[in-house]
């Protein structure tokens, strides 16, 4: 392969450089959050994530992550399907975005994180050889894309390419300090000013998505026209004044509301929070979020609580993540985690096979899931092939995957707040002559127990704060094996102040029950299975011995339920159940007559996840009254 190949070639050069890198980590390590702004950006945030740099992931995240670096990223040959496009530029006309889009500075924009998080040469390697070779086909005037001279800048799916370009070369400024990866960004975002300086940035149809990447771009370089140009916009219609109501496209409204709340750090203003508070409200009070944790029907917002066809788009999931930590980090609500966890326990990991390889476009809880796919479209005359690697869904969902470390640990308040429950390890500096090392040990999501070490350099007082689920009815601490006197019941951050010394144990005990959840809508009369954040699911093949039933229209006696049990079919140590039902036409005055095995929802072989169930249900934990006004 061209990147074997190179990397023999030059190890001597890649040798130094990845020495280079690793003295970089040491810095990052140490360093205040967001070092590398120039611009006078204000800090409004209530959790501050830790760099994932300083933390090492295990468990099923842990492992999703290593098997997407391990299997997907790796697995492919990056040089044909990303890069050689960027060489030849030889696409041409329209706005249809599968045959003209490729996701190179996704691609980038995960590699980058990936390899802070690892560490690895050989991530960081391949970071750096996807780097300068993108920088190297970038043209005199700026421009780097893939379509022809005659046609550069005019299709909406071009000005996109390059939009994410400019914010994975700034994110690999943002980690390595690699200036050139600056140098290029800047050139890129002038190029596309000088070219489109009439383009509405909140076009009424298409939205370029631009702005979270001219924000980093101002925050990396102080050069306030890249702020000015997606704040503003055209006559005034820029972030500062957008808001609209729910429609339209539901990963590109998700961004905007991102941008809005980058903008909110560097300008506080109330008003910029309204966007992202009415998804909220809309996802949790007016039907809009799945049972899955995910949202968007066809890539736009619904509410119907329809399951079946193109539903859960994987970059609606990833934006969703991606929101829900932002509203996190300002306003500390513990609701945003419970959404969190349910999304990516569920339908992010869902939307990628067991193995790590094959990753999903859409991800539906009724009927068949489908992978993406090498495929070739167009006419005769102008086929091209389209990579099952390339395009906005597998990118986004590599991008998600890479921030996943940097959403378990946060600074709040002189303290530590845990947000996500996972094996995982980490060093955290909570002032200049305090370092905290923390790990937690457990099997979550298959129990609710935690155990958390800590491990202060120095005896200290700060607080401890512990994301108690909505799903959990009391959950019991123990600090050093001594029971706090009252249980916490979920729905908030449980809070623990004392002084802790280094040996430090804290116990957190959430018992997790099976539930019935009551379905809305479309799916009302029927309930979908729950343990702790986890959705099971039905696999007709796994139940093939019930093959003349309609399983989708079975009766499920909740009673009956037994397990979880062991099933490794689609993770190490993952879980399953069995339930009696009554098949379609029999009376429940009579005894059940069959049994189901339910899998977790990843299991990529699920169908159904809503079934007529006989009493007792209960309403979604998740469902609740608006929280804004």
């Not at 990991?349 to 090498?374: I, M, N, Q, V």
Request: proline share 4%.
């Amino acid at each position: 392969m061209p990147l074997i190949r190179a990397l023999e070639n030059n190890r001597r050069e890649i040798l130094m450089k990845t020495v280079l890198k690793l003295i970089i980590f040491s810095f990052l390590i140490n360093a205040p959050a967001a070092s590398y702004v120039k611009a006078n950006v204000s800090t409004t945030d209530k959790f501050i994530p830790i760099k994932a740099v300083q933390v090492k992931v295990g468990g099923e995240i842990g492992r999703r992550i290593d098997i997407t670096i391990q299997n997907n990223l790796l697995a492919f040959d990056i040089e044909k399907a990303f890069l050689l496009p960027f060489r030849e530029k030889n696409s041409h006309g329209g706005n249809s975005g599968l045959n003209r889009y490729i996701g190179l500075g996704k691609l980038i924009d995960a590699v980058v994180h990936f390899a802070a998080y690892t560490k690895d040469k050989k991530i960081i390697a391949l970071n750096e050889h996807l780097v300068e070779e993108t920088i190297k086909t970038q043209l005199q005037d700026g421009y780097i894309g893939i379509f022809r001279p005659q046609e550069h800048i005019k299709a909406y799916w071009d000005v996109h390419e390059m939009v994410y370009i400019i914010y994975g070369l700034v994110s690999d400024y943002q980690k390595f300090a690699n200036k050139s990866s600056l140098q290029a960004a800047e050139k890129l975002a002038d190029y596309i000013m000088k070219n489109r300086p009439a383009q509405p940035v909140l076009h009424k149809t298409k939205k370029l998505n631009l702005e979270r990447a001219f924000i980093a771009l101002y925050r990396a370089t102080g050069r306030r026209q890249y702020l000015n140009y997606c704040a503003d916009g055209v006559d005034g219609k820029g972030l500062r004044n957008w808001h609209q109501p729910i429609k339209g496209h539901a990963y590109t409204f998700m961004n905007l509301c991102m941008a809005q709340l980058d903008l909110y750090r560097i300008e506080p203003e109330e008003k910029l929070l309204n966007q992202s508070r009415q998804v909220i409200d809309f996802i949790t009070a007016n039907d809009g979020l799945l049972i899955s944790g995910t949202v968007s029907r066809a890539e736009g917002w619904h509410s119907n609580q329809e399951g079946s066809g193109r539903i859960g788009e994987t970059c609606s999931t990833a934006y969703l993540i991606y929101m829900l930590s932002h509203m996190l980090r300002i306003e500390g609500n513990s609701l945003y985690g419970d959404i969190m966890e349910r999304a990516i326990y569920n339908s992010l990991f869902a939307a990628h096979s067991p193995d790590g390889r094959h990753l999903r476009y859409f991800c539906p809880f009724e009927g068949k899931r489908e992978y993406f796919e090498t495929r070739w479209q167009g006419s005769k005359q102008l086929m091209t092939r389209i990579s099952e690697d390339t395009y906005c869904c597998p990118n986004n969902f590599r991008r998600i995957i890479s921030r996943l470390p940097s959403m378990i640990y946060y600074l709040s308040d002189g303290g530590l707040a845990i947000n996500l429950y996972t094996q995982s390890e980490a060093v955290i500096k909570l002032k200049d002559d305090l370092l905290l090392k923390v790990r937690q040990e457990t099997d979550y999501p298959n129990s609710g127990k935690v155990v958390i070490h800590l491990d202060p350099s120095r005896s200290a007082e700060f607080p401890l704060y512990l994301r108690i689920p909505r799903w959990c009815e009391n959950a019991q601490v123990a600090v050093n094996g001594k029971s706090l006197e009252e249980s916490t019941p979920g729905g908030s951050f449980l809070t623990i102040k004392r002084q802790f010394n280094a040996g430090d144990r804290v116990e957190l005990s959430m018992p997790m029950k099976w539930r019935f959840i009551k379905g809305r809508k479309n799916q009302t009369g029927l309930a979908a299975l729950m343990h702790g954040p986890m959705l099971f699911c039905l696999n007709p093949l796994r139940n093939g011995a019930k093959q003349k039933t309609d399983l989708q229209a079975v009766k499920i006696e909740p009673s009956s339920l037994t397990g979880p049990v062991k099933d490794e079919m689609v993770r190490p140590n993952g879980l399953a159940c069995y339930v009696k039902a009554w098949s379609n036409g029999r009376s429940s005055a009579e005894p059940a007559d069959i049994r189901l095995m339910l899998s977790e929802f990843a299991d990529p072989g699920g169908e159904a996840v809503y079934f007529n169930a006989s009493y007792p249900v209960v309403e979604d934990e998740l469902i609740q009254e608006k929280l804004h006004e």
